[in-house]
């Protein structure tokens, strides 16, 4: 009979002390509550030993929380309808105040980043979701981080992930990159061609100078175009005998048109001449006449 109590008291101290340990591990920590009230100083990791039906145990990951914020649709700054969505990470620091402070601090950090999102989506214009995408992260953080101070929570990092734009939208893009594009390379061409004449005026300078530098280049390009084995056919020509030529054309243009203009001037003068003479040979007549 004693033994059989001896026995009974084993086991029921054996399950009060298996009732009574907690194991709280290395990213934990422990909130012991004691007729409901909690105990400021939070267990570390370890063993840890409650009274049985007086204390309960909750315990609080310390660890790095991954929060993915669903996507959420908006209109920009600039009326263009996007869809955007991004992904939180936070830390308790303060188990206390995150399991005292609110009820439930993941549903409540969820709920925080989706109203930040898209705020930040109203206030931010599209090329500033596109391209700026630091300063935007930046102040989601902030806005995030406001209310998490009072929950025992520290915002460790915030990042937007993906911007869905509409496919009209991503028409238009895609015909502005395409002109854009277009016109650079149109400006380097320009640039390009001026770049050139430039140098090109430089040689032509300094082949002006030294005639034979000319000789020389011309000798060139009919050893490039005999490299190809083809049947073109290269005559380099002076291009000082056009300008002579050019020259002598519009001397004998002038010439011609000289000769006709002397002819007239000669063909005035002898009619005139003509015309002197008659009236001179007709003063002579009269006097005699008179005297006979």
Do not use: C
Request: hydrophobic share 45%; aromatic share 4%.
């Amino acid at each position: 009979m004693l033994v059989e109590i001896l026995i009974a008291v084993g086991i029921a101290g054996a399950a009060g002390i298996a009732a009574s340990v907690r194991i709280v591990r290395q990213y934990e920590r422990g909130l012991v509550f004691r007729f409901g009230r909690v105990r400021r100083a939070p267990s570390e990791p370890g063993i840890r030993l409650l009274v049985p039906g007086i204390d309960r145990m909750t315990k609080v990951n310390m660890q790095i929380v991954t929060l993915p914020v669903p996507g959420q649709d908006g209109i920009t700054r600039d009326n263009v309808t996007v869809r955007v969505d991004a992904v939180v990470y936070f830390k308790v620091v303060d188990p206390v105040q995150a399991i005292v402070g609110v009820e439930n601090y993941r549903f409540a950090m969820l709920q925080v980043a989706q109203a930040s999102l898209r705020r930040i989506i109203g206030e931010s214009s599209l090329d500033d979701l596109l391209s700026n995408r630091q300063r935007l992260n930046e102040g989601l953080e902030l806005m995030i981080d406001s209310p998490a101070l009072g929950w025992g929570i520290h915002i460790d990092r915030v990042e937007i992930k993906d911007v869905a734009l509409p496919e009209t939208m991503k028409r238009a893009m895609s015909r502005q990159a395409e002109a854009e594009r277009e016109r650079r390379g149109r400006v380097i061409a320009a640039e390009g061609e001026l770049q050139a004449s430039e140098k090109l005026s430089q040689a032509a300078e300094r082949m002006a100078d030294t005639p034979a530098a000319l000789q020389l280049r011309l000798l060139e390009t009919v050893v490039e175009v005999a490299a190809e084995k083809n049947s073109t056919l290269v005559l380099p020509f002076p291009v000082e005998l056009l300008q002579f030529l050019d020259r002598t054309s519009a001397g004998d243009g002038r010439r011609g048109a000289d000769v006709p203009e002397q002819a007239r001037t000669e063909r005035d003068v002898g009619t005139r001449s003509e015309a002197t003479g008659e009236q001179s040979a007709a003063a002579v007549d009269r006097p005699s006449e008179h005297t006979t």
